[in-house]
């Protein structure tokens, strides 16, 4: 700290101490604080469900003992002498029934509103993740496909990178590079409607294939196949996120010392060889990066699976908005969007450890 006083200055030095503290404070422990603190308790709903249906039940009573009454007090009007006394007892039952009915609501309308609010402290939202099958399910899946799209994209990416960084001129490196930047100008959004006009039934990829005699356009049973679901999320995400797989690992090959390269070429090691022994792991922080941003994108990814699923299949983070604007369940979106932060922050454990790399090498 004293060597980056000395450096910086004291004001210099104030200023970004400040700086990092609110960006810590302000993005990371208020937000996760928030988020922790809302899977911790829930709201019986299903409590509030009983309460409201018997409500309004008692309220459909009180309606039919409100119209018999008034009917009673016509008949006792217009009947004779002998009739009244039996009208009388009913109307004095239903009377009865209609203070008790009254006296009730108030109360049970009191619980009502006080278990809408009412905060239960428990392991619940937890729980519900693991007894739902179906959503145990969606997570899994979310799990594999995330780590199969940032395995394709690490094996698509990895000889881009090193023709970019290594083979490529200059001036060519630079072409193909503004040729990958190039559609990222355009809205992530537009890009994935693109992909989803070229996968479906009628899209640009069957009447290719139709060219070919392979898919027949016209046909109604079967229709032209839709590749919309699992797989086309998944090429849509290797698309999406291919750039944050490249620049990771184009940066890195980028300072390899091409002489160790040609070292090993002279001494007759195969290419295979030269890139297990000699590029990999020196690229092993690129790599790192770029399995640790494409996984995290691609398993907290909405726009793409939304768009690019066909409804034949559903990503965990589409329950996670279902939770949190369709039902208004807060508590468990919180708890499943932690869920998805927990395992993204184990993974990157795990990335570390199998390319033996450190914080400070995936800084760099």
């Avoid at 009191?110 to 937890?126: D, G, I, V």
């Avoid at 990958?180 to 899209?203: C, D, H, K, T």
């Avoid at 392979?214 to 849509?236: A, F, K, Q």
Wanted: with cysteine.
């Amino acid at each position: 700290m004293t060597e980056f006083v000395r450096r910086y200055g004291a004001v210099m030095t104030g200023y970004i101490l400040l700086a990092c503290g609110l960006w810590i404070f302000v993005m990371i422990v208020i937000p996760q604080g928030m988020v922790t603190y809302y899977t911790s308790w829930y709201i019986d709903r299903n409590y509030t469900g009983k309460l409201t249906r018997q409500i309004d039940e008692m309220y459909a009573e009180l309606d039919k003992v409100d119209a018999a009454i008034a009917k009673l007090e016509r008949e006792i009007a217009a009947a004779g002498a002998s009739a009244k006394a039996e009208l009388k007892r009913k109307l004095s039952e239903a009377t009865r029934r209609q203070k008790e009915i009254e006296e009730a609501l108030p109360p049970l309308e009191a619980e009502w509103s006080a278990s809408r609010t009412r905060r239960t402290y428990s392991w619940r939202n937890y729980e519900y993740l693991i007894t739902n099958a179906d959503h145990r399910a969606v997570f899994l899946k979310t799990i594999w496909a995330s780590v199969l799209v940032t395995g394709l994209a690490l094996i698509f990416c990895y000889p881009i990178a090193y023709y970019l960084a290594k083979v490529a001129a200059a001036e060519k490196a630079a072409i193909l590079m503004l040729g990958l930047i190039i559609p990222y100008w355009v809205n992530e959004l537009l890009r994935v409607f693109a992909w989803q006009m070229i996968l479906s039934g009628r899209g640009v990829l069957n009447l290719v294939l139709s060219l070919f005699g392979l898919v027949d356009l016209d046909s109604i049973d079967p229709p032209p196949p839709n590749y919309l679901g699992d797989t086309g999320v998944m090429l849509g995400m290797i698309y999406a996120y291919i750039l944050f797989m490249v620049f990771p690992l184009y940066n890195v090959m980028e300072t390899l010392d091409k002489n160790q390269i040609e070292a090993a070429r002279d001494l007759g090691a195969p290419w295979i060889e030269i890139h297990r022994h000699v590029v990999i792991p020196h690229a092993k922080p690129g790599i790192a990066v770029g399995c640790i941003m494409t996984f995290m994108l691609a398993a907290g990814s909405y726009a793409v699976p939304m768009a690019l699923s066909g409804g034949r299949s559903q990503w965990f983070t589409q329950i996670i908005y279902t939770w949190t604007n369709d039902t208004l369940d807060l508590n468990l979106g919180a708890t499943y969007a932690l869920v998805l932060l927990v395992l993204c922050i184990v993974f990157i454990l795990i990335m570390m450890r199998l390319t033996g790399v450190s914080l400070r090498d995936i800084a760099k």
